[in-house]
């Protein structure tokens, strides 16, 4: 059995202060999940529910298990990458009451699962999910708890993708809403947040410059889209890979080069995949590369870059910086893999994931979605949901509200128009 976070640490007092230190930052800097806060702990919304929670354990995460605690939920929580838990963090939340965490930095996989299965002993009736291994978790191997679990959120693009075929399958239970998908969460978190994080946990990681590179973004997604405008303000030169056409032709029209990538292979001094996909670098494109070159993946899972094909080519592999192994080719050429291939905004040594302020939009849309759940969790049959606008919204107008932004409002003469199809020329 997997024990909480706090009877595996050598110095838990000090892990506790430290994290604790950490989440206070974050918090400052996070007006929505505030006023949520308040409204929670004055109507205590969750009380009675449990919450099963597989997420990235770090500052701004804790917040959110926090506040949900803080309604009245019994909170459990794990990682969701085995890379980007702050052991810290994990256990002032473990400190926190209402909240139980098993989560832990550098776990292998079995003990990964282990601590999944440690958050599903608590039963939960609502689940919030980043990738989905929650989900899938239950559904392969406790089936018997879902008659009692309301529904669900899911964090991220991977997770939806899988979430929504699993749903086409006709295998998804219980209703899970696509945080991802909202527009508070994707135009915001996915662009400016992974486009930010990713380039800055890169630069911290390796100590080089951004400025006069060429940054092969594969996958111009909303996650592809901010990496290669953020590359690009901070002059860098960028090449575009995709499969849509509709994207690659996006790509082309905002100005960058879009290229195969066995041609962008030759040309890249850093590559960073986007697409949530496997084998995206694969051994053919390790073979043109230039000597140098750094290969990080900002997608979810670590199957975008083919590391097998890459040790297989590698007569020699060391580590050549903390957060960097140096992959050296019979030829001399070196190719350096962030991250081990994982998320490299939250996996890296010296990561901290996206900005506090992106999350906290974020993680506002989660804990409204969870009060949803709560309140009208029956008008939801199982399989994949939208947020509701008003929702999304509703986390928008406290945004806004607290950066001092007035903005105006419709006339009823303008939403009678706008709802009518009788106006013509």
């Known amino acids: 059995m997997t024990a909480p976070i706090s009877e595996r640490l050598a110095d838990v007092e000090q892990a506790r202060e430290s ?76 400190a926190v009451d209402g909240v139980t965490s098993y989560a832990e930095r550098g776990v292998d996989d079995e003990a990964y699962y282990a601590a999944i299965e440690a958050v599903i002993d608590h039963e939960p009736t609502i689940t919030v999910d980043d990738g989905m291994d929650l989900v899938a978790a239950i559904h392969e191997d406790y089936p018997e708890l879902i008659d009692t679990i309301v529904g669900g959120a899911e964090e991220t693009t991977t997770g939806v993708h899988r979430l929504r075929a699993m749903d086409e399958d006709g295998q998804l239970d219980y209703p899970v809403f696509a945080v991802n998908d909202t527009p508070m969460k994707r135009l915001f978190d996915n662009v400016h947040g992974t486009g930010e ?38 002059n860098a030169d960028v090449v575009v890979t995709e499969v849509e056409p509709r994207r690659a032709l996006e790509a082309h029209m905002e100005g960058y080069d ?3 990538m066995a041609e962008a292979a030759a040309e890249g001094d850093v590559f960073i995949t986007t697409t949530g996909n496997r084998d995206v670098i694969v051994e053919e494109h390790f073979e043109r590369m230039q000597d140098g070159v750094l290969l990080a993946n900002a997608g979810h899972f670590d199957v975008e870059i083919d590391l097998d094909a890459l040790s297989d080519l590698a007569v020699d592999s060391y580590e050549a910086r903390d957060g960097v192994q140096a992959y050296e080719m019979a030829d001399g050429r070196r ?20 900005p506090v302020e992106v999350m906290d939009q974020s993680f506002g849309i989660q804990a409204v979605v969870v009060r949803e759940l709560v309140e009208n969790g029956d008008a939801y049959e199982a399989g994949v949901h939208d947020v509701p606008d008003r929702l999304d919204k509703e986390v928008a107008e406290i945004k806004l509200d607290a950066e001092g932004v007035e903005f105006d409002g419709l006339t009823e003469t303008q939403a009678e128009y706008m709802d009518s199809w009788q106006h013509g020329t």
Request: hydrophobic share 45%.
């Open 258 to 260: 879009v290229l195969p």
């Open 197 to 234: 994080s990713s380039l800055a946990s890169i630069a911290m990681t390796t100590n080089l410059s951004w400025a006069g590179k060429t940054v092969v973004v594969a996958g111009y997604g909303h996650c592809g889209k901010g990496v290669a405008k953020k590359a690009s303000g901070q």
């Open 19 to 94: 994290g604790r230190r950490k989440m206070d930052w974050a918090a400052q800097h996070m007006p929505i999940c505030d006023a949520l806060a308040s409204e929670f702990e004055a109507e205590q919304p969750f009380e009675g529910e449990r919450i099963g929670m597989a997420m990235h354990v770090e500052a701004k995460t804790a917040i959110l298990a926090e506040i949900l605690a803080a309604g009245g939920a019994e909170v459990a929580i794990t990682g969701c990458n085995p890379l980007s838990t702050h052991d810290d963090v994990s256990a002032a939340l473990d």
């Open 335 to 354: 190719l350096n893999v962030l991250a081990e291939g994982r998320l490299v905004n939250l996996a890296t040594p010296i990561a901290l994931g996206h």
